[in-house]
C-alpha cells in the first residue's frame, strides 16, 4: 500500500476544504472539488475554486516568499537551499518541497522531506485499506 506523505498536498486540501466552509460555498449548490477530478491549476477554474486554491496555498507557505525563493535560487533547488528556506520561514520542509513539488511538476524532488501519515490517519479515517 502507498504512504501517504505530508508534504503540502494533504495539508493544503484540508485548508482548501475549510476555505470553502468559511466562504459559505456549496449552500446553494452543490461543489465538487475540481482538484479531485482534474488539474487544480487550470485557469478555467470558478472563482470560488481559484480563491479557496490561492488561499490554501497561502497557508502552507506564503506565496510571495515562495516566488522569491524561486526567482534567486531556480531553475535547480538543492536540498541544502530548500531547508534553509523553511527554516527562515520557520516552516517544516515538507511544506515547502510539496510546493516545490507541485510547481515544477517535479514529483521525484525532495521525497525525503515528506513525512509518512498514514498509520497517524488510517486509525481515525474511513479508508479503502
Given at each position: ?17 475549510i ?20 488539474d ?56 515547502v ?12 524532488l ?20
Open positions: 500500500m502507498e504512504e501517504i506523505a505530508l508534504g503540502s498536498a494533504p495539508l493544503k486540501k484540508l485548508r482548501k476544504a476555505e470553502h466552509v468559511l466562504n459559505g460555498d456549496g449552500k446553494d449548490l452543490a461543489i465538487l472539488d475540481s482538484e479531485v477530478v482534474e487544480s491549476r487550470r485557469e478555467d477554474l470558478s472563482p470560488r475554486e481559484q480563491a479557496a486554491n490561492n488561499a490554501a496555498a497561502e497557508f502552507c507557505v506564503p506565496q510571495k516568499e515562495l516566488d522569491s525563493f524561486m526567482l534567486r535560487k531556480g531553475p535547480l533547488f538543492s536540498r541544502k537551499q530548500v531547508l534553509a528556506f523553511a527554516k527562515t520561514l520557520r516552516l517544516h520542509p515538507g511544506l518541497a510539496g510546493q516545490l513539488r507541485r510547481r515544477l511538476d517535479r514529483w521525484d525532495f521525497g525525503e522531506m515528506l513525512v509518512p501519515i498514514r498509520s497517524t490517519i488510517t486509525p481515525v479515517a474511513m479508508t479503502d485499506g
